[in-house]
Nanobody, 128 residues
Framework: QVQLVESGGGSVQAGGSLRLSCDVSRLSTSRYCMGWFRQAPGKEREGVATIYPGDGHLYYADSVNGRFTISQDTTKRTLYLPMNSLKPEDTDMYYC?????????????????????WGQGTQVTVSA
């Protein structure tokens, strides 16, 4: 059974940093579109960043570009999201996701939210 387990969330002050990790089991991350999404209660899920498996191209939401960096260690099957210069509006539950349909890596497909595999989420809270 495929499992995605996020960790690294927490509470920080604005301007601080956190590093999220997502440990993946029973799935080859190098062959799947891997991504980070976030969602607050009562809000729609928002794409944060994805890694396209074909050429490793990275895609970012405009709101996090330059502050967050998505990466992965395929040997460890771990996805990372170091987050710097955090803002109160970054407060959300963060989820990692995986899907074999590579087109879901494109930002225009993020709103579909049809990734097959999701983690349970890790909370990030940024105070002003």
């Amino acid at each position: 059974q495929v499992q995605l387990v996020e960790s690294g969330g927490g509470s920080v002050q604005a301007g601080g940093s956190l590093r999220l990790s997502c440990d993946v089991s029973r799935l080859s991350t190098s062959r799947y579109c891997m991504g980070w999404f976030r969602q607050a209660p009562g809000k729609e899920r928002e794409g944060v960043a994805t890694i396209y498996p074909g050429d490793g191209h990275l895609y970012y939401a405009d709101s996090v570009n330059g502050r967050f960096t998505i990466s992965q260690d395929t040997t460890k099957r771990t996805l990372y999201l170091p987050m710097n210069s955090l803002k109160p509006e970054d407060t959300d539950m963060y989820y990692c996701a995986a899907d074999g349909r590579w087109y879901l890596c494109y930002p225009r497909s993020w709103s579909e939210g049809r990734y097959n595999y999701w983690g349970q989420g890790t909370q990030v809270t940024v105070s002003a």
